[in-house]
């Protein structure tokens, strides 16, 4: 026969589950409880079983409260103790139960050998846990993490509920560079210890190192909801929120389209928080979507270019740069960059079309290219073009030559610059040029056929270079 207080010396906080398993003997126990505390009992009960331990321990506080001579209430409100891991809060308990019940027992006076064998086993088991407890103690104290974390294991297998163990455990995660393992340990710990502030706190700067800076902010909240006065977690909310206040500011700038005040935000964000390089590879990923969207390539290749030194395999930066070579008419790599991508994102229909795009392009610009004709960029304006296309046909137009040879020279060099200026000047064939195709390309264009575009020296004459479009009844006369 054990009593409940030797079963807590010799166990100490590693083997809560003894408690939990002979309370399952009490269920009918009679102690002339009132309605209330019947009540508060069972709904302690069903939340033990349910593993929350906070709010168990509630409702047994309400049940000693409401009957401070029920042995039952304060037996098992010991029994939350131990489960979280507070052997010293649950002796007084266990005392007062045998003060109460002098018989009180926690295993039966004349045991069934089925039952005996039960105890023999579980206490040999207590042994067991005691010695890895003692060699996970060992272990951390002479940096061995990864066999503490290995002797942690095993005692959090059968004690799920001690926090402490948890906690130790996060710390041996942290040591070997795991922090989302020690994150999701330290969140167990704040939900088995009440007022756990010190968790909050480790959860908040664990994420902040991350870089998810949204859920390091809710972390430290629920630090300062349980002590607002508490100042490791109040000077990390205000780094916190200030960073976060910065990157919500700058992705909406990029949602409006306003590229250039969004990089000064994320450059504020670099220098808000320098130390940790998280914020500074996605502050300059998306610096570099920034310089791709305004069409500032030569700007998006350099940052993109930084970002992809850092993560080789970003996929975002390598979605940018591929654009902002494809303005600076670099196919072979723009074509490059998005066979990268799509091998680490094969369904990314984005990477798909853009690859697509770059290959037309690259096939185009071995052919007929209007904005080479001209000698603008591909993301010129449309009064950058009129005015390339008035100097062009100006000094080609065949009126200028009178040799022969010169003159026939000039004449297809003309239908090429008029060409290229009924193309570019028209946003709608513009946009099929864009693509890759050539809308002035009789093989380009389904059905074939031949195209209206196409057009000899002779349906040129008497165009005008000065006006908008369309035929002018005026020829060009220079002696």
């Not at 846990?129 to 066999?147: H, K, T």
């Not at 704040?190 to 870089?211: C, H, P, V």
């Not at 229909?349 to 591909?378: C, F």
């Not at 693509?435 to 195209?451: F, I």
Request: hydrophobic share 35%.
């Amino acid at each position: 026969m054990v009593a409940p207080g030797s079963v807590t010396s010799r166990l100490g906080s590693v083997f809560p589950f003894l408690l939990v398993l002979v309370d399952l003997q009490y269920e009918g126990a009679e102690c002339g409880v009132n309605a209330d505390v019947e009540k508060h009992l069972e709904l302690g009960k069903k939340l033990l079983a349910a593993g929350q331990l906070a709010d168990a321990l509630s409702q047994f506080h309400a049940a000693v409260d409401g009957d401070p001579d029920n042995y039952i209430a304060y037996y098992r409100r010991a029994t939350v103790f131990l489960a979280m891991g507070k052997s010293k809060a649950a002796l007084p308990d266990l005392t007062k139960v045998i003060q109460l019940k002098m018989d009180f027992t926690a295993l039966k006076s004349n045991p069934s050998e089925n039952e005996e064998k039960e105890a023999q086993s579980q206490l040999i088991k207590s042994d067991e846990m005691q010695r890895l407890r003692s060699q996970a103690l060992d272990a951390f104290e002479s940096g061995d993490y990864a066999a503490a974390i290995a002797f942690l294991d095993k005692i959090l297998e059968v004690c799920v509920w001690d926090a402490e163990l948890r906690e130790l455990r996060a710390e041996c995660f942290i040591k070997e560079g795991e922090p989302r393992k020690a994150i999701s340990d330290l969140k167990a710990a704040s939900k088995l210890k009440n007022d756990n502030t010190e968790a909050f706190y480790k959860i908040s700067t664990l994420y902040y190192q991350l870089g998810d800076h949204e859920l390091s902010l809710s972390e430290v909240r629920e630090c300062l909801k349980l002590d607002q006065d508490h100042k490791r977690c109040f000077a990390h909310y205000k780094q916190v929120k200030k960073l976060n206040k910065l990157i919500e500011s700058a992705e909406e700038l990029i949602r409006d389209g306003r590229y250039t005040d969004a990089t000064s935000k994320y450059e504020s964000v670099m220098k808000t928080e320098p130390s940790i390089a998280e914020y500074t590879i996605r502050s300059k990923e998306r610096i570099c979507h920034c310089f791709s969207k305004d069409e500032k390539p030569v700007e998006a290749i350099r940052v993109c270019s930084e970002v992809l030194q850092m993560e080789p395999d970003n996929v975002n930066a390598l979605k940018d740069r591929a654009e902002a070579y494809l303005i600076e008419e670099m196919y072979d790599e723009a074509i490059q960059d998005y066979e990268t991508a799509q091998e680490h994102n094969e369904n990314d229909q984005q990477i798909r079309e853009g690859l697509e795009k770059a290959q037309r392009l690259l096939k185009q610009s071995q052919k007929r290219d209007y904005y080479k004709i001209l000698g603008v960029k591909r993301n010129a304006k449309k009064q950058e073009i009129i005015k390339a296309y008035r100097k062009l046909a100006l000094q080609w137009h065949p009126d200028n030559f009178q040799n022969e040879e010169e003159k026939k020279k000039a004449e297809k060099k003309f239908i090429d610059i008029a060409a290229a200026k009924e193309v570019l000047s028209d946003p709608e064939m513009r946009k099929k040029f864009d693509d890759g195709e050539d809308p002035l390309d009789a093989e380009s264009q389904q059905g074939g056929g031949g195209n209206p575009f196409h057009r000899s020296w002779n349906s040129w004459q008497g165009f005008n270079p000065f006006s908008s479009g369309g035929p002018f009844r005026f020829k060009f006369h220079f002696n």
